[in-house]
C-alpha cells in the first residue's frame, strides 16, 4: 500500500511538473509575441535606414545611429506638441475618473429619481453614434471648434467607464456608507471619503484606458483645431511623416543631382514611421506597469454582473 501512494505522489508530481513546463513555454512565447514588435520598431528606429527601408533588419539592429530621434525631435513645435498631449492626457482621465465615478456612484442609490430610466438611457448611448457630420455641427455650435477645450470636456462622462464604476460600487457593503451617514455625512462626503478610496483598483483601470485613449486621439486635432500652438503630438509627427513622404515620392521621381544627394541625407519614410510609432507608444508603456496591480482586479470584479 506504501509503495502505491508513493507512486501515485511521485506521478503527481510529474505530472504537475509537465504542467508547469507546459504553461511557463506557452507564457513565453505569448510574451515573445507581444514583446517583439515593439523590439522590432525599435531596432529599426536605431539601425541604418537604407537597411530598415529594404526590410533587412529582424532581429540585431545593423549601422547603430540615433539621428532619427535627433531629427524628430528637433521638429518644429514638438515641444509645444508634447504639452499639450500630457496636459489633455493628464487632465482629461482626472475629469473622467471624477465624472464617471460620481455618476456611477448616483444611479446606484435608490433615492435617485428615475434612476433605471437614466442608466438605460446612458448605456443606449454607448451603442448609437449620429455620425462625423452631427458631431462636428455640434462641437462647433457649443464652442469646442478649435478649442483646447474640444480635448477634454467631451470625454468628462464615458457611458462604459460609467457601467464599470457603477458595477464595482455594487460590491461594497452598504454599512460602510450607512456609518458616515449617521453621523451626518452626505453624499459627496460619503463619495469622496468612503467610495473613492475603496475604488482603487476600477479607477486604476479607467485610469489606463482613459489616458491611452487620451494621447492616442487623432481625429478631434485633425476635425476640429486650425491653432498649431493646439496641435498633439501625434498630429504633428502625422504632419511630419506626410512631409518625408511627399519629398520621398519627389526625390524619386525627379533625376536632379541634388535631390538623389539629399536622399542619401534625409531619412527614409520608413525609419521616420518606425521612430514616430515607438516615440508615440512609449509614454503609455510608462504608465501600465505603475497601475497593473490594481488593473486585473479592476477588470474581475468589474465584469461581475450588479
Given at each position: 500500500?506504501?509503495?502505491?501512494?508513493?507512486?501515485?505522489?511521485?506521478?503527481?508530481?510529474?505530472?504537475?511538473?509537465?504542467?508547469?513546463?507546459?504553461?511557463?513555454?506557452?507564457?513565453?512565447?505569448?510574451?515573445?509575441?507581444?514583446?517583439?514588435?515593439?523590439?522590432?520598431?525599435?531596432?529599426?528606429?536605431?539601425?541604418?535606414?537604407?537597411?530598415?527601408?529594404?526590410?533587412?533588419?529582424?532581429?540585431?539592429?545593423?549601422?547603430?545611429?540615433?539621428?532619427?530621434?535627433?531629427?524628430?525631435?528637433?521638429?518644429?513645435?514638438?515641444?509645444?506638441?508634447?504639452?499639450?498631449?500630457?496636459?489633455?492626457?493628464?487632465?482629461?482621465?482626472?475629469?473622467?475618473?471624477?465624472?464617471?465615478?460620481?455618476?456611477?456612484?448616483?444611479?446606484?442609490?435608490?433615492?435617485?429619481?428615475?434612476?433605471?430610466?437614466?442608466?438605460?438611457?446612458?448605456?443606449?448611448?454607448?451603442?448609437?453614434?449620429?455620425?462625423?457630420?452631427?458631431?462636428?455641427?455640434?462641437?462647433?455650435?457649443?464652442?469646442?471648434?478649435?478649442?483646447?477645450?474640444?480635448?477634454?470636456?467631451?470625454?468628462?462622462?464615458?457611458?462604459?467607464?460609467?457601467?464599470?464604476?457603477?458595477?464595482?460600487?455594487?460590491?461594497?457593503?452598504?454599512?460602510?456608507?450607512?456609518?458616515?451617514?449617521?453621523?451626518?455625512?452626505?453624499?459627496?462626503?460619503?463619495?469622496?471619503?468612503?467610495?473613492?478610496?475603496?475604488?482603487?483598483?476600477?479607477?486604476?483601470?479607467?485610469?489606463?484606458?482613459?489616458?491611452?485613449?487620451?494621447?492616442?486621439?487623432?481625429?478631434?486635432?485633425?476635425?476640429?483645431?486650425?491653432?498649431?500652438?493646439?496641435?498633439?503630438?501625434?498630429?504633428?509627427?502625422?504632419?511630419?511623416?506626410?512631409?518625408?513622404?511627399?519629398?520621398?515620392?519627389?526625390?524619386?521621381?525627379?533625376?536632379?543631382?541634388?535631390?538623389?544627394?539629399?536622399?542619401?541625407?534625409?531619412?527614409?519614410?520608413?525609419?521616420v514611421r518606425m521612430t514616430i510609432s515607438f516615440v508615440v507608444v512609449l509614454p503609455?508603456?510608462?504608465?501600465?506597469?505603475?497601475?497593473?496591480?490594481?488593473?486585473?482586479?479592476?477588470?474581475?470584479?468589474?465584469?461581475?454582473?450588479?
Open positions: 500500500m506504501k509503495s502505491l501512494k508513493g507512486k501515485e505522489k511521485s506521478d503527481k508530481k510529474s505530472d504537475d511538473i509537465i504542467f508547469k513546463i507546459l504553461v511557463m513555454t506557452l507564457f513565453t512565447i505569448f510574451t515573445l509575441v507581444c514583446v517583439f514588435p515593439f523590439y522590432y520598431i525599435f531596432i529599426n528606429t536605431i539601425s541604418d535606414n537604407k537597411l530598415a527601408s529594404a526590410g533587412d533588419i529582424l532581429f540585431v539592429p545593423k549601422g547603430i545611429h540615433f539621428r532619427n530621434y535627433l531629427e524628430v525631435f528637433k521638429l518644429r513645435g514638438i515641444g509645444q506638441a508634447a504639452f499639450i498631449s500630457v496636459t489633455r492626457t493628464v487632465i482629461g482621465t482626472l475629469l473622467t475618473l471624477i465624472g464617471s465615478s460620481f455618476l456611477g456612484y448616483v444611479f446606484c442609490k435608490p433615492e435617485f429619481w428615475k434612476r433605471k430610466f437614466w442608466y438605460r438611457f446612458v448605456v443606449i448611448a454607448m451603442y448609437f453614434n449620429a455620425g462625423l457630420i452631427p458631431w462636428f455641427v455640434t462641437m462647433k455650435a457649443i464652442g469646442l471648434y478649435d478649442n483646447y477645450l474640444a480635448y477634454i470636456l467631451p470625454t468628462v462622462v464615458v457611458p462604459f467607464y460609467v457601467i464599470l464604476f457603477k458595477t464595482f460600487i455594487e460590491q461594497i457593503p452598504a454599512s460602510l456608507e450607512e456609518s458616515v451617514q449617521i453621523d451626518g455625512g452626505g453624499y459627496a462626503v460619503r463619495y469622496f471619503r468612503i467610495i473613492l478610496p475603496l475604488s482603487t483598483p476600477i479607477l486604476a483601470t479607467i485610469a489606463v484606458f482613459s489616458s491611452a485613449g487620451q494621447w492616442n486621439s487623432f481625429l478631434d486635432t485633425l476635425y476640429l483645431i486650425q491653432s498649431q500652438e493646439l496641435f498633439t503630438l501625434q498630429y504633428v509627427m502625422y504632419q511630419y511623416l506626410n512631409e518625408v513622404n511627399a519629398l520621398a515620392m519627389a526625390m524619386r521621381s525627379s533625376q536632379s543631382m541634388n535631390l538623389s544627394l539629399a536622399a542619401n541625407r534625409l531619412l527614409t519614410p520608413t525609419s503609455i508603456l510608462f504608465v501600465y506597469p505603475f497601475l497593473q496591480r490594481y488593473f486585473v482586479k479592476g477588470i474581475m470584479i468589474g465584469a461581475i454582473k450588479g
